[in-house]
Each structure stands twice: as C-alpha cells, then as structure tokens.
C-alpha cells in the first residue's frame, strides 16, 4: 500500500484558521502595548520638566511661567551669541531651559511621542492647554494626536503636581 506525502486542503485551512486567530488577537494587544510604552515615555519627560520647575520655584523662589508656556521646542540649538542674551532678569528661566528642555529629543513641531507639554503657572490659575485651571498643577502633557490612536482616552495625558506625584488625565 503506497501513503501520499503532504498536506490536505482541511489540514492547511486549519493551521490559517489558527494563524489568524492568533494574529487577530494579538494586534490589538500589541497596539495597547505600543500607546503604553509611548505615554511612559512622555511621563518621564513630564516629571523631568516638572521636578526641575518645582526645584527652581523652592530653591529660588522664583515664580516661572506668569502664564501657561507650551513647551514648543528643545532649545538643543541654541547658539553663544543666543547665550549672550542671558541677563539677570532671565537667567533662571534660561537654566531652567537649558537644563530641563535641552535633553528633549522633539519628535516634530512642538511634540515629543505625540504629546504637548505645557509649563503652568505658580501663583496665578490658568485653563491654557492642560494645566485645568489648578494652581497645584506644575506641567502638564496631552496627546496632540488623540483622535487618530487606537487606545483612546486610556493615554490621554499627565499632570505634574506641586507634591511631586503625576496623576494620568482621560478624555
């Protein structure tokens, strides 16, 4: 008696089967994963800007921003002759550029993965970008892309609080 070698038609429509099953399960999954890993990393950088703003309000007792700031680039560009414009009336918000937005590796225009930061004002409530009209809000992140994400609403935002802890914010 002589067997056939391979495969039936059933045989191979079974093993697709379970191939895509596994793929449809598992996309979405990885693509939660992608908007996770992605807002992590732009919570860093928030508790970067806002760690350094509340270090440079309590040693220095110096009120920066009066208003809300976007942050709108990493200043990595920044030249002598734009360090020579450094005076005594905005060295600390110079340092605080240099030391705190520097690092910042901008992915385009105003954005880091996606997300806005704002800088938000000490003494004075203010509702600009994301600071929520709350006083104990430091800086502040939103996703600059919110309507074209998989994940909505779960990766929103961040807010950097006075008492140093980072609440998320939902939409």
């Not at 880091?112 to 009209?133: D, I, R, V």
């Not at 600059?144 to 998320?168: F, I, M, N």
Request: proline share 3%.
């Amino acid at each position: 008696m002589q067997t056939k070698k391979g495969f039936t038609l059933l045989e191979v429509l079974i093993v697709v089967v379970i191939a895509v099953s596994v793929m449809a399960f598992s996309v979405p999954a990885y693509k939660k994963t992608q908007d996770r890993n992605r807002f992590m990393a732009a919570q860093g950088v928030l508790m970067d800007l806002g760690s350094g703003l509340r270090s440079l309000r309590a040693d220095l007792n110096f009120n920066y921003p009066t208003e809300a700031k976007l942050v709108q680039a990493s200043w990595q560009t920044l030249t002598m002759t734009q360090d020579a414009d450094i005076t005594s009336t905005n060295a600390n918000a110079a340092l605080f550029a240099r030391k705190y937005m520097s690092p910042i590796p901008f992915d385009y225009a105003n954005s880091y993965k996606g997300y806005h930061y704002y800088l938000c004002p000490e003494k004075t409530a203010s509702s600009t970008g994301c600071c929520q009209s709350n006083s104990d809000v430091v800086a502040c992140m939103y996703d600059s892309e919110y309507a074209s994400r998989a994940t909505k609403g779960q990766y929103y935002g961040a807010v950097y609080l006075t008492d140093g802890t980072v609440q998320r914010v939902s939409k």
